[in-house]
Nanobody, 117 residues
Framework: QGQLVESGGGWMQVGGSLRLSCEAS????????MGWFRQAPGKGRDFVAR????????SYTDSVKGRFTISRDNALNTVYLQMNTVKPEDTAVYYC??????????WGQGTLVTVSS
């Protein structure tokens, strides 16, 4: 079935930068598109970014465009989310997920990002 493990979360101040990582195991990582989602306190889980299986195509939710960058290293079975110029509203638990047949069917446990003003 496979497993996804996120890391890199933490506390930072407004305007700072952070890179999240998501390492996959037990699956053919390079065959799948991957996504990042986030869930703010008291809210639902929202899409943040997606990258296709080659890394050649990416998409973002409007609120992070120009600030966040999704990338992947298929040799390391890892997908990244570089977060720059962070804002308090970026505070959330961030999850990575595997996309298969048009839906996200495998999720990590999440990593907490807290942005303080």
């Amino acid at each position: 079935q496979g497993q996804l493990v996120e890391s890199g979360g933490g506390w930072m101040q407004v305007g700072g930068s952070l890179r999240l990582s998501c390492e996959a195991s037990g699956l053919a990582f390079s065959a799948y598109a991957m996504g990042w989602f986030r869930q703010a306190p008291g809210k639902g889980r929202d899409f943040v970014a997606r990258i296709d299986y080659t890394g050649g195509s990416t998409s973002y939710t409007d609120s992070v465009k120009g600030r966040f960058t999704i990338s992947r290293d298929n040799a390391l079975n890892t997908v990244y989310l570089q977060m720059n110029t962070v804002k308090p509203e970026d505070t959330a638990v961030y999850y990575c997920a595997r996309e298969r047949s048009g839906s996200y069917d495998l999720w990590g446990q999440g990593t907490l990002v807290t942005v303080s003003s």
